[in-house]
């Protein structure tokens, strides 16, 4: 029988209805990647980590439907070269990176080297980077805003971009989308220089100080950093429907300033510290959600993990005096080369593929997800990209007994602290945890042996929140019986100490730490 017209525009329609209703790319054999980098979440700063005073039942949920981990580590204990690393499976001592990028920056990541999101979009899926960058923009020391900021996050294997270009506490507070601020009128450019903005919060950071973009700056709120960029993420979601996707969710939550929206305000028991991290929770909650509506939560493998420890800024001195616990147990802060400094929450959830409400004491590291995705999805990495990563994926999905990884060097914020960790040994090649040094609380930069005066904590090095001066010039901690760090045992074990010592020497000449990646 000959059809219609009509016949024609009545098959078009059921066709777009029951697409309409088919999950994203059912047929596809890859599953979607969602990684949440959350920016200053301690060890213990959730409820599947031990807190009472915050209350995270989405990210407890996660832990109790899949896997957390217990010595999992960022390789920095400073956001931007944990974030480098973490993208590119190098370590960040190798591209000279101590501090975060605060000032204005070229891009930090050379765009000839294989990353997370090129490697993804590569193998078929769609790729985007909503929240946190600070990872730089251009290729020039002062790139123009007002401009188009490129090379970027497109550059590295980004379809899309939406997010902050610095960070929380740090000007020019305005969107960037893909390659240009979001509002900009170019008769009133953006200019570092000149009259400061208004401190809307206590810890904005306001220099170098900026002027202009009175309109750009005017579409970000403090406050409605955690629901814009959810429904940005959440839409973004939704459209994907031919590929697998990857979607890198790099939340502000919980960087200073602790700006949560209206209905989080004193919601915890943990002060505006607390109420950040529980907006944070609710913005992992619509991820899931979104997932549950998509029908894709079985099909997606989720990583929720933070770019380094808690930090003891106001905030975090607030909650502490609440009881509350950044990092649980461990000694130090964000920027330390101590163990709170980068021991960090890791949790993986795949329903199905991950046993549900287990635990693993694997020793793993974020700069490990490189090597880790690319067994995922069966892919191949050239052999000069991704020298620090190693594939993790059966410490995701089985659970073996035997330790995948034997060394992780770790940064702190000074080079001469750089850190081994080898089995459950940690060296440490200077006295201090090699970050903040400040001794007064209620102070921004309180950290270091002057913390210990304010937190209580102990360790034989130190006494009244001084070095003393009789300490050993360098550290020898012994995890598996010390897991606080009480005690520096270098003095006890000269001979581990040294061959440490000599290890960390070694892989500063090596161009690579693991062997080239090939598929298992």
Not at 39 to 47: A, C, E, K, P
Not at 80 to 94: K, N
Not at 268 to 296: H, N, P
Request: hydrophobic share 35%; aromatic share 10%.
């Amino acid at each position: 029988m000959k059809k219609t017209p009509l016949d024609f525009t009545i098959a078009v329609m059921f066709t777009a209805i029951v697409l309409s209703f088919t999950p994203a790319h059912a047929a596809a054999d890859k599953p979607n990647i969602v990684l949440i980098l959350v920016d200053d979440l301690g060890y213990g700063d959730t409820g599947c980590y031990g807190a009472t005073k915050v209350k995270t039942p989405n990210i407890d949920k996660l832990a109790s439907e899949g896997r957390r981990f217990t010595d999992a580590h960022s390789a920095s204990a400073v956001c931007t070269p944990s974030r480098y690393a973490l993208l590119t499976g190098e370590y960040p001592f190798r591209k000279k990176l101590w501090g975060p990028v605060m000032n204005p920056s070229p891009l930090v990541i050379d765009t000839a080297r294989t990353t997370i999101a090129s490697l993804l979009k590569g193998q078929g899926y769609a790729t985007a980077c909503f929240g946190k960058w600070h990872l730089g923009f251009g290729n020039k020391p002062n790139p123009d805003w007002n401009e188009e900021l490129k090379p970027g996050p497109l550059e590295l294997g980004f379809d899309h971009f939406f997010g902050i270009p610095v960070v929380s506490s740090h000007p020019p507070f305005v969107w960037v989308e893909d390659h240009r601020v979001l509002g900009l009128d170019p008769a009133d450019p953006l200019v570092y220089g000149g009259k400061e903005l208004t401190q809307d919060f206590p810890e904005k950071m306001l220099k170098p100080a900026m002027s202009g973009a009175k309109a750009a700056h005017a579409l970000y709120k403090d406050e409605e950093l955690g629901s814009t960029l959810t429904e940005k993420a959440m839409t973004w979601m939704r459209s994907q429907h031919d590929k697998p996707f990857f979607l890198y969710f790099a939340t502000p939550h919980i960087h200073h300033p602790f700006t949560p929206s209206a209905r989080f305000k004193g919601s915890s028991q943990a002060g505006r510290y607390g109420d950040f991290i529980q907006e944070l929770d609710w913005m992992v909650g619509e991820v899931m959600c979104t997932l549950d509506e998509l029908k894709q939560r079985e099909n997606t493998l989720i990583i929720f993990t933070s770019d380094n420890g808690g930090m003891l800024n106001q905030g975090g001195q607030e909650a502490w005096k609440s009881g509350h616990r950044l990092n649980g147990d461990l000694l130090g802060f964000k920027f330390d080369a101590w163990e709170g400094g980068h021991r960090v929450p890791f949790v993986a959830h795949w329903p199905g593929k991950i046993v549900a409400g287990s635990t693993s004491s694997q020793l793993i590291c974020q700069v490990d997800l490189l090597a880790t995705f690319a067994a995922l999805t069966d892919a191949t990495l050239p052999a000069a990209d991704g020298p620090d990563s190693i594939n993790i994926l059966p410490a995701l999905l089985e659970n073996p007994l035997q330790p995948l990884r034997e060394q992780l060097v770790l940064s702190p914020n000074k080079e001469k602290n750089l850190a081994l960790r080898e089995g459950h040994w940690l060296y440490i090649g200077a006295q201090g945890g090699g970050g903040f040094f400040g001794n007064k609380p209620g102070n921004h930069d309180l950290g270091g042996p002057g913390a210990l005066t304010f937190t209580s904590e102990t360790n034989s090095d130190i006494a009244n929140g001084k070095i003393k001066t009789n300490a050993p010039a360098a550290q020898l901690y012994d995890l598996k019986a010390d897991p606080s760090q009480s005690r520096n045992i270098i003095r006890e074990h000269p001979e581990q100490a040294n061959l440490m010592a000599k290890h960390l020497a070694e892989l500063h000449q090596q161009p690579r730490s693991t062997p080239p990646f090939s598929k298992p």
